[in-house]
């Protein structure tokens, strides 16, 4: 082992103290991430300084910091131990006629119970569910949804491409063409096109003239989705959403506000209010922005999570756009639809109470396990 620094030497000392101390599991984990962290323990902190370090020194200094790193590694082993499974010292003697522990239980992940809650409301308003690729094509992820080259999603910096040689054509032959680039998809919305054509029956060669009055379509696509947005408490880069699309003949803007009442009725309680605010979309038009009011303050605006205002965004929706209903193979002179999506962490956080989108997968936020536990 390399040669402590001396202040590398005094860091360690101080460590094994506090995990010689360590009397419970609880406190063992406490101090493993304390200093062991990947992102704010005290053992990074000692790598990061390094890029202050002069260059004739950042040998040296590194090779005790590796060094730090290995024993206090060896000290939490050691007290891990010490304590074992149970919380207690193993060096007391065990009481063989205490109860025994009740094995813990699974439960299913609150985002898959708001999705399945979302997903059951959905099927009392006669949608069925449609599934598709998660790795995409910017034909069904941008073309086809009348988003134009110049839009800023084509941008790297707002979608994960991808650059791989090929990939399995059975589950995306549209991939094999030449040209043709990859990307983890950014929404559910793709699916949209794909159910579309599936009840079209569309082909690539498809004129305007060979447009039909196809049957009607209601579905709702749920899935996982991808952006490069910077991690915040509101911010993910791999989410899930929840796409809804109904295509007939005589639909209206009101039979799409009627179905988002219904559907927040179903998750969040008769109580609830919606309003709708004009917006943009490529694909919607005209399109609306839903907000739901705060489940926190009751509208009062007297809570942090809806910053004053008493509503929460939720949703984007809108009337589906004469190009997309075309690119599916419909007449957009015979028939309309409607469309939605939503994300289905912001759903969950809304009928829960949750402040941070990370708690859901982030075990560094904190007690991943005990988080959970609490749905």
């Not at 001396?6 to 094994?16: G, K, S």
């Not at 209010?273 to 009751?298: I, K, L, N, W």
């Not at 956080?349 to 988080?371: K, Q, S, T």
Request: with cysteine; proline share 5%; charged share 30%.
């Amino acid at each position: 082992m390399a040669e402590l620094t001396h202040e590398d030497a005094q860091f360690l000392e101080q460590a094994r103290r506090e995990f010689g101390t360590a009397r419970t599991a609880e406190e063992v984990e406490s101090l493993r991430v304390k200093y062991l962290g990947r992102r704010q323990g005290l053992v990074q902190a000692r790598f990061d300084s390094l890029r202050s370090a002069r260059a004739e020194e950042r040998r040296r200094l590194g090779a005790s910091a590796n060094a730090l790193k290995e024993a206090v590694e060896q000290e939490l082993a050691a007290a891990q131990a010490r304590v074992g499974r149970g919380g207690r010292s193993s060096e007391r003697p065990i009481d063989a006629t205490l109860p025994g522990l009740r094995p813990g239980t699974g439960r299913r992940h609150v985002l898959v119970r708001t999705l399945e809650r979302l997903v059951d409301v959905a099927a009392t308003l006669g949608f069925s569910v449609a599934e598709g690729p998660e790795v995409e094509t910017e034909e069904y992820n941008f073309d086809a949804l009348n988003i134009p080259s110049e839009h800023p999603s084509h941008d790297s910096f707002d979608t994960f491409y991808l650059d791989v040689a090929s990939l399995d054509g059975g589950s995306l032959p549209e991939a094999a063409r030449p040209g043709v680039r990859r990307l983890l998809r950014s929404h559910t919305s793709p699916v949209q096109v794909r159910e579309m054509r599936k009840r079209t029956g569309w082909r690539r060669d498809w004129r305007r003239a060979d447009l039909k009055d196809a049957p009607p379509l209601r579905v709702v696509a749920p899935g996982r989705v991808y952006r490069p947005d910077a991690v915040d408490a509101r911010h993910y880069h791999t989410f899930h959403q929840i796409e809804g699309l109904a295509v007939d003949r005589d639909i209206t803007f009101l039979d799409l506000k009627h179905t988002l009442h219904l559907f927040m009725k179903g998750l969040l309680g008769e109580g609830v209010s919606v309003r709708f605010r004009p917006s943009f979309f490529p694909f919607t038009e005209p399109s609306a922005e839903m907000d739901v009011s705060c489940p926190f303050c009751g509208e009062s605006g007297r809570c942090a999570v809806c910053h004053g205002s008493g509503w929460i965004e939720l949703l984007g929706c809108g009337m589906v756009h004469p190009r997309v209903l075309e690119a599916g193979g419909y007449d957009p002179e015979r028939v309309v639809g409607f469309a939605f999506g939503m994300g289905i962490e912001r759903l969950a956080m809304a009928r829960h109470g949750i402040d941070d989108i990370r708690l859901f997968c982030d075990a560094e936020r904190g007690n991943l396990l005990g988080f959970l536990e609490q749905f």
